[in-house]
């Protein structure tokens, strides 16, 4: 399409504006975003990767020490469950049942749980499964919530009706019911499990994005970019989608605390992944009797690293949104 | 309004029917009959077939669910096989406990979570705001089964204030006449709710503290405490109402583990067994309730909301 | 182990409780014990202190249903969907005994005491019909003698539910009592005969058929409405309506403690109170009680639990007077004895396994456990010993078979009670590298030498084939997640992968059988739902012969079909040993070790040892308790 001219000059502006259609007067004094990343298409509303804007996010981000002690927490886990097990070495492969149940000591710093292993080396392996099935059920989770809102809000009318009651039928079926009866059938692997929980919870994303979208597309970009002949398609991905991507982000990072939350209730229930995998839930799912048994470092050190990590993605989002927020505000 | 609500009451209804129609398929494909239930493990192939011919078990799907609705219209929800009762009969003796610790906790939830968040936005990055954010943050990232696992742990084990499990007589009077054996249970629930509700409502309250209108009524000179009662507090609590709306299947729903815990046999223990034995009707009906109560509650919530603040056109 | 969730199917597999102890069993007995030094030589778990003479009548007893057995169904002829041991022995029979009693205490053997006959049936001359005689020891509480009549009551009405649908009685074998029935009839008031259509051998029909006999009153039941006169029972359609009528009411849960039916008992307690919706139920004392025993307990108030913690803590507590503790709670057996309590344990007669899939057919699997070498393999990969230790925390007994090594039955074969089997991964190993696999450990062992030669894989196993398979179990009790965990873990030495999938103990009897659903056998290679309980005469009828009802896996052996056959119809009584011996070897499934029912009970109960034993059993005898002090 066509370069140059006016409309490029609120393009850098909205690019990635989470927020509602009163921002947009303010938008004016726009930062000075020099060089645009694609410089071909410089078309009205896409995203033209205004460097600076995404600085201010950052630094604003920065200053939310919550934030960043979030993203410290994270980084700590990560390093601790796939470095871990590199410098910390034991047996997850063999179980050992004279040993079960062992309290902490010699050889087994945080003891061992009921198949005898090591809970040390249990909770780096069970944390990648729990992060990696967090992260990627909240990406499939976002990415068919994000399209799904975008179509209906653009579109429109019967279809968006059509779509937006289907959102509503699915979010009032009870969660657990649909994932336990479909793990009961398909689950209890890791990828099962991200499906299911990546498919159970796009609703909330595609209501977020569809209200993004309708106050996006009254946006004098986005009716120029349909002036100039844009299909939809090509709205969606080029003008609202990269527009939206701010209440993506925040949203992808909700979406994992609440991932692997569910995730835990469902160890708990007992349709967590199984041997020679493991994942944090399954770890807690026979804390009840363990508390009682006064077996606590079967159900501590397991249950702390699980609610740190979920804190710090929910520390994250909320300094994320709070980031992109106040640079709308700022602009 | 009068045809805002007719609009609307005609959506609810068509989402309570899609709900149902999506329930029944999913329960079809998975467990296409109760048969084994009633006949016993041992049933061979043959015996559940004719089972399933008399009670009409074979016919197409669309023909077993016009049948279901049938009976969904003349207030029938159908029989528990496994547990000997109608599920009717089953709903109405465990849904007073269960709605009694769902509402209580509610309740108190709001309570707590309204000034709370208010509290929290007034006085932002105060030393109290950051302490209740920082146990909000910590109660809400916590499994719910969790914190009732410490409370018992610690209040009814270790200290013995109250006991570990409910009343057996769990009518609502008898629980009520164990009351003290009810706090846990709803303090567990309450806590993950408050968690979640005074984050919305810290936000809600600094949006608000933002608004140009808030300025102009500081600039007239009013004092404080009438721009926080007059202005803040009411339009801080809309978002509340919205919140609350959504979050009543979710309740039932965090009942389920909680139940479990407190010895309640309530309805989410009943959900969670009927789902072991594929008790279909149960399944059936504690979805249909969900739904209802998820539809009625959006529905609440957008009428309160209007009524509230006369800015929000119901077209 | 998974005996809670065994349960459900158990009652439906329980028919029988009696064997009669041969004397000649009684060389098996005594000698063997010497293996294990310090373990109680019967493998079980604490005391019971003797009775004291300190009786206080009266008094309520609080007591705990078992998890999710809530009992709902209170005549004594239970459909298939409500049958359970805790609902027919720890409800029914409080109010109404069977004919003959089992087991005597915690051995598996006959209770003449108990029982409404002094002795076994007497068989007539060509083998097929018994004659069992009434001892005139038990009455209804409305005074009139149990008799004849309400054995045969039961009877026709048992014959008219089944007619109805197999599914009501929970019990009921096709071609069994009583289709095998060709007549009955009742000389006089005291004694009742049965013709069958062939000779059968006479402790299996003690054992599985008359077993199940529970007098019903004839007097009062044999109508078809509240106010209707009594009718002939003899004639189908009276029995029919009568049953629909009896089995109405027992639909009404609201109306158990209401309905005059259930008042009329011959057993020491009655139901006074029944709560819907928790399925917790309250008894008082039937004053007109004359069997054995005397309820001395006013009221016994039965109550519900969601969680064997939430039981346990009320165990802690004293609000429960008697109950068990479940292998989640066995590290703290040692706080209730702080408390005074008393407890006890032993397993229970039955037997818990992992069975073979002997029909799927994906990668040949079939053909591999067809093969008895591959079979003992795995079998040296199961450590009982271990799993005794750590699982269970030494609460439990090896099992070598379906007769395990406590409780001992006269049928127990001296070559059950070592470890044909002993854990070794190198054995293990051996006779798979004996016959033509490479094994890689931690990698995929794969069939090299392909044939049927001694030192070849065997007949259709095909060169590069693998041992992989997916492996179900119970995801309740943990117990039975922590063996198959250590089983994965010990085939992965040999370089088999396993894996490893739950579902609730419901879905696996029904979906991982190659009887009742054919169209999953390619979908596992070996599953595991706890086990099954057994009859006084422990035949594996309907278990491992071909085409048998429970035979989940769908085994096959001629030769054991002749010798299940043979314990069924033959009048040797070596007949079962020999079935037993022969199950053993063939290993249709991977037996594991039966824990013991644990329970505790408060110091100021107290009563014959016996009937604290029994209640390892199931057996719940409160008519021999009372308070002290």
């Known amino acids: 399409m066509s370069e140059t001219n006016t409309p490029a000059v609120s393009t850098e502006t909205e690019t990635e504006t989470a927020r509602g259609v009163e921002d947009v007067s303010v938008t004016i004094e726009s930062p000075a975003g020099p060089e645009p990343a694609v410089p071909a298409v410089s078309d009205a509303g896409e995203l033209q990767s205004t460097t600076s804007a995404w600085k201010l996010t950052l630094r604003e981000f920065l200053k939310n020490k919550m934030a960043v002690a979030g993203v410290a927490i994270l980084v700590f886990f990560v390093l601790f469950c796939w470095l871990g097990p590199v410098f910390y070495h034991s047996n ?22 009921s198949n005898g292993f090591d809970i040390i080396g249990r909770i780096m392996i069970g944390g990648q499964t729990s992060l990696w099935i967090g992260f990627a059920a909240a990406v499939i989770a976002t990415v068919i919530g994000t399209l799904w809102g975008a179509v209906a809000g653009l579109l429109g009318g019967l279809i968006d009706a059509t779509l937006m009651r289907i959102v509503d039928i699915l979010l009032s079926l009870p969660f657990l019911l649909v994932v336990l009866i479909i793990s009961q059938r398909y689950g209890a692997n890791t990828w099962g499990l991200i499906i299911i929980l990546g498919v159970f919870s796009w609703l909330v994303p595609a209501r977020l994005i569809r209200g993004e979208v309708l106050s996006l597309k009254v946006r004098d970009f ?34 994992i605390a609440d991932a692997i939350l569910a995730l835990a209730a469902l160890g708990y229930l007992n349709f967590g992944v199984r041997y020679p995998n493991t994942d944090w839930g399954s770890q807690l799912g026979d804390a009840q009797s363990n508390l009682s048994n006064g077996y606590w470092w079967e159900v501590f050190p397991v249950g702390v690293s699980l609610v740190l990590v ?3 993605f929910n520390f994250i989002g909320d300094g994320l949104r709070d980031a992109v927020d106040v640079r709308l505000r700022k602009r | 309004m009068a045809g805002y609500l007719i609009r609307r009451l005609t959506t609810a209804i068509l989402v309570v029917f899609g709900i149902i129609l999506v329930t029944f398929l999913m329960l079809h494909i998975i467990a296409p009959s109760p048969a084994i239930t009633v006949l016993g493990p041992k049933a061979q192939p043959a015996a559940i077939k004719a089972w399933n011919h008399a009670n009409g078990f074979d016919k197409p799907w669309w023909d077993q669910f016009a049948t279901y609705l049938g009976h969904l219209f003349q207030g029938n929800l159908g029989y528990s096989y496994h547990l000997n009762q109608s599920v009717s009969a089953l709903l109405t003796e465990k849904a007073p406990l269960s709605g009694l610790l769902t509402i209580a906790s509610l309740v108190l939830s709001i309570l707590v979570a309204l000034p709370l968040g208010i509290y929290q936005g007034v006085k932002r990055n105060s030393f109290g705001d950051i302490t209740a954010t920082s146990l909000a943050m910590i109660f809400y990232s916590m499994p719910t089964f969790l914190v009732a696992l410490v409370l018992v742990q610690v209040f009814a084990l270790s200290l013995k204030w109250v006991n570990p499990n409910v009343p057996q007589d769990q009518t609502l009077s008898g629980a009520l006449a164990g009351w003290p054996d009810l706090i846990m249970p709803i303090v567990a629930l309450t806590l993950t709710a408050v968690a979640s509700y005074s984050r919305y409502q810290r936000s809600a309250a600094l949006d608000v503290l933002a608004q140009d209108y808030i300025k102009v009524a500081r600039a007239k000179g009013l004092s404080e405490r009438l721009v926080y009662s007059r202005h803040l507090v009411r339009n801080a609590s809309l978002p509340m109402i919205t919140l609350i709306g959504l979050s009543l299947p979710l309740l039932i729903a965090g009942n389920l583990l909680v139940e479990y815990t407190f010895n309640i046999n309530g309805l989410g223990l009943l959900f969670v067994n009927s ?9 059936m009906a504690y979805t249909l309730i969900t739904a209802v109560l998820t539809v009625v509650g959006n529905l609440i919530a957008d009428i309160c909301l209007t009524l509230s603040d006369p800015r929000i056109k119901l077209v | 182990m998974s005996r809670r969730n065994l349960r459900v199917l158990q009652a439906a597999a329980l028919v029988a409780t009696g064997a009669l102890a041969l004397s000649a069993c009684g060389s098996s007995g005594g000698s063997n014990n010497n293996t294990k030094p310090n373990a109680a030589a019967d493998y079980s778990y604490g005391t019971i202190p003797a009775a004291s003479s300190n009786v206080v009548p009266g008094g309520t007893l609080h007591i705990a249903e078992d998890i999710g ?51 076994k049936p007497t068989v007539s001359a060509d083998g097929k019909t018994f004659t069992i005689k009434l001892n005139g020891k038990y009455t209804w509480s409305d005074g009139q003698k149990v008799t004849s009549k309400d054995v045969l009551f039961w009877y026709y009405e048992y014959k008219a539910a089944v007619k109805e649908s197999p599914a009501n009685m929970g019990n009921y074998t096709v071609g069994q009592f009583p289709d095998n029935v060709t007549a009955v009839s009742a000389p006089d008031d005291q004694t009742v005969t049965f013709t069958f259509n062939q000779v059968l051998n006479p402790d299996w029909v003690l054992g599985t058929e008359f077993s199940q006999i529970v007098p019903m009153p004839a007097h009062a039941w044999a109508k078809s409405s509240d106010n209707g006169s009594m009718l002939d029972y003899t004639q189908p359609a009276n029995a029919k309506a009568i049953y629909d009528y009896l089995s109405a009411a027992s639909k009404k849960l609201d109306t158990y403690q209401t309905n005059p039916l259930w008042q009329v008992v011959d057993g020491p307690y009655k139901i006074s109170m029944y709560n819907t919706s928790t399925g917790a139920a309250n008894f008082v004392a039937n004053k007109n009680y004359t069997g054995e025993g005397k309820p001395n307990i006013a009221e016994i108030d039965e109550l519900a639990y969601t969680s064997p913690t939430a039981e346990f803590n009320d165990l802690q507590s004293g609000k429960l007077d008697f109950g068990y503790v479940k292998s989640d709670n066995y590290p703290q057996l040692g706080k209730l004895k702080t408390n005074g309590y008393n407890v006890y344990g032993l397993p229970s007669f039955g037997f818990n396994f992992s069975y073979f899939n002997f029909k799927n057919t994906t990668g040949g699997w079939d053909k591999a456990v067809a093969q008895l070498y591959i079979r003992q393999a795995f079998a040296h990969l199961q450590d009982e010993d271990a799993e005794i230790k750590g699982v269970f925390k030494g609460l439990a007994a090896p099992a070598y078979g379906p007769l395990g090594v406590a409780p001992k039955s006269p049928y127990t074969p001296e070559s059950a009670l070592t470890n044909p089997f002993p854990f070794s991964v190198d054995t293990a190993k051996q006779l798979l590298t004996s016959h033509g696999w490479t094994v890689v450990p931690n990698g995929t062992t794969t069939c090299t030498s392909p044939g049927t030669a001694a030192n070849q894989c065997g ?16 995801s309740t009790p943990k117990s039975v997640g922590q063996m198959m965990t250590a089983f994965a873990a010990n085939l992965k030495q040999i370089g088999v992968n396993v894996t490893l999938k739950t579902d609730t103990f419901n879905n696996i009897v029904t979906n991982e059988s190659v009887v009742s659903t054919p169209k999953n056998n390619n979908n596992w290679g070996m599953a595991d739902f706890g086990g099954f309980t057994e009859s006084i005469y422990p035949s594996t009828i309907n278990l491992f012969n071909t085409g048998g009802s429970y035979n989940q896996g769908g085994f096959s052996d001629p030769t054991l079909d002749k010798l299940i056959n043979n314990s069924m ?23 594991q070790p039966n824990e013991d029912r644990v329970y505790a009970w408060s110091p100021k109960l107290s009563g014959s040892t016996d009937s604290f034993a029994a209640a390892t059993q199931f057996m719940l005898n409160p008519e021999d308790w009372y308070f002290t002090k």
Do not use: C
């Open chain 2, 275 to 283: 789902l072991q034995g594929y008790d279909y009707n149960v399944l």
């Open chain 1, 310 to 312: 979920v804190m710090a």
């Open chain 1, 92 to 113: 997850q492969n063999t179980t050992d049942l004279l040993n079960t149940d062992g309290a902490p000591g010699a050889g087994h710093p945080l003891g061992t749980d």
């Open chain 1, 222 to 255: 986005v009716s120029a970019a349909r002036v100039m002949g844009g299909t939809n398609t090509r709205l969606i991905f080029r003008h609202l989608i990269p527009n939206a991507m701010g209440t993506v982000i925040v949203n992808i990072t909700f979406q």
């Open chain 3, 459 to 474: 007949a259709g196993i095909t060169k590069g084939q693998n041992l992989d398979f997916t492996l179900f179990y119970t």
């Open chain 3, 569 to 591: 119809v033959s009048p040797d009584s070596n007949a079962l040993k020999n079935e037993i011996t022969a199950v053993d070897a063939d290993l249709p499934g991977l037996f």
């Open chain 3, 69 to 119: 057995a809530q009992p709902n169904w209170i005549m004594p002829l239970t459909p298939a969907a409500n049958s359970s041991v805790y609902d027919q022995y720890q409800f029914q029979y409080l109010s109404w005994r069977s004919l003959f009693w089992s087991p005597k205490g915690s051995t598996p053997d006959w209770d003449y005491s108990r029982s409404m006959t002094d002795g």
